[in-house]
């Protein structure tokens, strides 16, 4: 705990850019929620826009607004 899933449009990151990435929302969530780095987790899911409504947006960001810390602007 905690476990963090980012889920994206299809995006080719870097070697570089993936670890920037996996550094930064470490830090934050380890000054968040109090945590050692060894509990994080993360995970990069590259969903299509194609399915994106399905997948995501309905179940994830309409079905469950409460639980957003931050809504799309779309």
Same mark, same amino acid.
């Given at each position: 705990?905690?476990?963090?899933?980012?889920?994206?449009?299809?995006?080719?990151?870097?070697? +570089?850019?993936? *670890?920037? &990435?996996?550094?930064? &929302?470490?830090?934050?969530?380890? *000054? +968040?929620? /109090?945590?050692? @780095?060894?509990?994080?987790?993360? +995970? &990069?899911?590259?969903? /299509?826009? @194609?399915?994106?409504?399905?997948?995501? =947006? /309905?179940?994830?960001?309409?079905?469950?607004? @409460?639980? &957003?810390?931050?809504?799309?602007? =779309?």
């Amino acid at each position: 705990m905690p476990h963090v899933n980012v889920k994206h449009f299809p995006a080719e990151l870097t070697e +570089a850019q993936t *670890e920037r &990435l996996s550094t930064a &929302l470490t830090a934050v969530i380890m *000054e +968040a929620f /109090g945590c050692q @780095e060894k509990a994080v987790s993360i +995970a &990069l899911e590259p969903v /299509g826009p @194609e399915v994106w409504t399905e997948r995501v =947006y /309905g179940p994830e960001i309409t079905d469950r607004a @409460e639980l &957003l810390i931050r809504k799309p602007g =779309y």
